[in-house]
């Protein structure tokens, strides 16, 4: 079952020279995805948030900084489901992403180790290479997790560096989490043409 939000701010149209990137939100069931997406695109945090079934879709737009400008971005949010029976699905929903976020809850260690399935899926799923991040959510419950942790832990066990630790109740690195994927997608697929535009 898919869904549809939109952004408050998504009113504002970017038709010309804006690209669209497609990011995939994956994690286990419970770990915060969907109120991390709702925090980014709709600033709220709601505690009784519903489990997604199936996947749900957002739009945001965002200016990506290349340089000395900005660029428009339209951001597709896919937020899927956590529990395993949906994973099936995953291949048809993986199709096209530029971006991943693999989610676990800080609170909960074992949801890190979990994604080692998620990106290996993923792997064997994906036509071409992706940019994977790792956010450990509710940070609001392990307030003494340090960046310089979470980066040897995602690197030792998933052999991803490039992770953040975010909460949606706070909204701690959340604005800072979307931003610095839409540019490292940007930067990966987009930035070379880009510059021969100039």
Same mark, same amino acid.
């Given at each position: 079952?898919?869904?549809?939000?939109?952004?408050?701010?998504?009113?504002? +149209?970017?038709?010309?020279?804006?690209?669209?990137?497609?990011?995939?939100?994956?994690?286990?069931?419970?770990?915060?995805?969907?109120?991390? &997406?709702?925090?980014?695109? $709709?600033?709220?945090?709601?505690?009784?948030? +519903?489990?997604?079934?199936?996947?749900?879709?957002? @739009?945001?737009?965002?200016?990506?900084?290349?340089?000395?400008?900005?660029?428009?971005?339209?951001?597709?949010?896919?937020?899927? /489901?956590?529990?395993?029976?949906?994973?099936?699905? +995953?291949?048809?929903?993986?199709?096209?992403?530029?971006?991943?976020?693999? /989610?676990?809850?800080?609170?909960?260690?074992?949801? @890190?180790?979990?994604?080692? $399935?998620?990106? +290996? &899926?993923?792997?064997?799923?994906?036509?071409?290479?992706? &940019?994977?991040?790792?956010?450990?959510?509710?940070?609001?419950?392990?307030?003494?997790?340090?960046?310089?942790?979470?980066?040897?832990?995602?690197?030792?066990?998933?052999?991803?560096?490039?992770?953040?630790? /975010?909460?949606?109740?706070?909204?701690?690195?959340?604005?800072?989490?979307?931003?610095?994927?839409?540019?490292?997608?940007? $930067?990966?697929?987009?930035?070379?043409?880009?510059?021969? $535009?100039?």
């Amino acid at each position: 079952m898919i869904s549809l939000q939109q952004g408050s701010d998504s009113d504002e +149209l970017f038709l010309e020279d804006t690209y669209v990137l497609k990011l995939l939100v994956v994690g286990g069931a419970g770990v915060g995805k969907t109120s991390l &997406v709702r925090r980014y695109v $709709d600033k709220i945090w709601n505690p009784r948030t +519903l489990k997604t079934i199936g996947v749900d879709f957002s @739009l945001k737009n965002v200016d990506v900084p290349v340089g000395d400008s900005k660029v428009h971005v339209r951001l597709q949010i896919w937020d899927f /489901c956590g529990e395993r029976r949906y994973r099936q699905l +995953l291949p048809i929903y993986s199709q096209g992403t530029h971006g991943i976020f693999l /989610c676990f809850d800080l609170s909960r260690p074992e949801t @890190l180790t979990q994604l080692q $399935d998620w990106k +290996l &899926v993923l792997l064997r799923t994906l036509k071409r290479p992706a &940019v994977f991040m790792v956010l450990g959510l509710k940070s609001d419950l392990n307030p003494e997790i340090t960046l310089e942790s979470l980066q040897d832990q995602t690197s030792r066990i998933l052999r991803i560096k490039e992770s953040l630790h /975010c909460s949606a109740k706070t909204g701690e690195n959340v604005e800072e989490a979307f931003n610095r994927i839409a540019l490292l997608m940007f $930067d990966k697929f987009f930035k070379n043409k880009e510059n021969e $535009d100039q």
